[in-house]
């Protein structure tokens, strides 16, 4: 009998401990754009808070190359454990499906974690350009089709798609530079190496408030309360130019569900934290409405950008590097 009860004893203590042990070690985030970049920004400022609340650090490996599509492909290989999980966003996860012959599936090989905080994007140009409104940086673009150089994170990256974007509303012509992230396109933007980036807001922010670049429109309805000066595509003379870059986080399939449920709740706990929502909102990201923070939202929410971006992708013809 006493041996019944120890056993009994030991085995509740085994599967307590068992739920409790995770996270029991450092989580790694695939980040797949360069270092010191939007997304790779806005994985650290997440990690940084669910560290807090899971009691384990939170490690950003930056796979960069075919516009986030290898760093996409590692996280799906990686061990369905909880501990590797997969930064991404409208690009990464969505229109690199419509582009490159991906060896995943960006549906049935992942698991949804957490929809996480959007930007617009925000045309801004090298200094040394002469025009100072949209209308005047499209007529010099226009002039000078054959050498205006636009920055991009890749094929089918943010500042890729939005390019495109732009073309095709305005009929213009750009030649694309591919970056592994649009952190070393800015360095170069401001280094007047190239004349143009359509880039996340965030990651524009900085260098149009110390002056290093020139913003002319962002591609929202409203403007960005961080930066109330940049007109937007509307009031810039461009209207129907929207665009939100929205961001995610995935898990390999096969992890388990307590792990994505603890995940999960720390990102939402992230997101709430009014200090969390100032560095974001002071960077023009925007966090999702609360019932978008669950794991199924993200699931409905990725499946219905698929539909949507794919067919358009492929009619843009978006070639892959
Ligand atoms: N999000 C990318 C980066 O972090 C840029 C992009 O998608 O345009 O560099």
């Known amino acids: 009998m006493r041996l019944l009860f120890a056993l009994i004893a030991s ?16 989580i790694t985030i695939i980040v797949p754009f360069a270092a010191g970049g939007p997304s790779d920004a806005l994985a650290r400022i997440m990690g940084e808070h669910m560290k807090g609340t899971l009691g384990q650090s939170f490690v950003v490996e930056n796979v960069t190359g075919a516009a986030g599509s290898i760093a996409v492909g590692r996280a799906v290989r990686s061990a369905p454990d909880g501990y ?21 599936d960006l549906l049935a090989d992942l698991e949804p974690v957490v929809l996480l905080p959007s930007n617009p994007m925000v045309v801004v140009s090298k200094n040394a350009l002469p025009a100072k409104t949209l209308k005047e940086l499209l007529a010099w673009l226009k002039a000078n089709q054959d050498k205006a150089t636009a920055g991009t994170a890749g094929a089918g990256s943010g500042s890729h798609l939005a390019g495109v974007y732009l073309q095709s509303l305005t009929g213009l012509k750009l030649q694309y530079v ?3 992230g649009t952190a070393p396109a800015l360095t170069d933007l401001v280094g007047g190496q190239i004349d143009i980036i359509v880039d996340q807001a965030s990651n524009s922010m ?7 670049i020139r913003a002319y429109a962002i591609t929202d309805t409203k403007r960005l ?11 810039a003379g461009l209207p129907g ?27 939402v706990a992230a997101m709430a934290d009014p ?19 669950t794991p199924q939202a993200l699931g409905v929410w990725h499946k ?13 013809g978006i070639k892959p590097e």
Request: positive net charge; proline residues 8%; glycine residues 8%.
């Open 225 to 235: 309360k961080a930066a109330p000066e940049i007109p937007t595509a509307e009031e």
């Open 241 to 267: 130019f929207h665009m939100t870059l929205w961001n995610g986080l995935w898990a390999p399939k096969g992890t388990p569900k307590d792990a994505i449920a603890r995940l999960n709740t720390a990102a």
């Open 11 to 26: 085995l509740a203590a085994a599967t307590g401990a068992a739920a409790q042990t995770y996270p029991n070690k450092s």
């Open 206 to 212: 900085q260098q149009i408030r110390s002056g290093g």
């Open 275 to 293: 200090a969390v929502q100032k560095r974001l909102n002071d960077l023009g990201l925007e966090v999702p409405a609360r019932e978008q923070q």
């Open 84 to 104: 590797t999980i997969s930064f991404g966003h409208l690009g990464t996860h969505v229109a690199n499906g419509a582009i490159y012959t991906l060896p995943y």
């Open 304 to 316: 219905a950008e698929i539909d949507k971006w794919w067919p358009i992708v492929k009619k843009a």
């Open 178 to 180: 591919p970056y592994r």
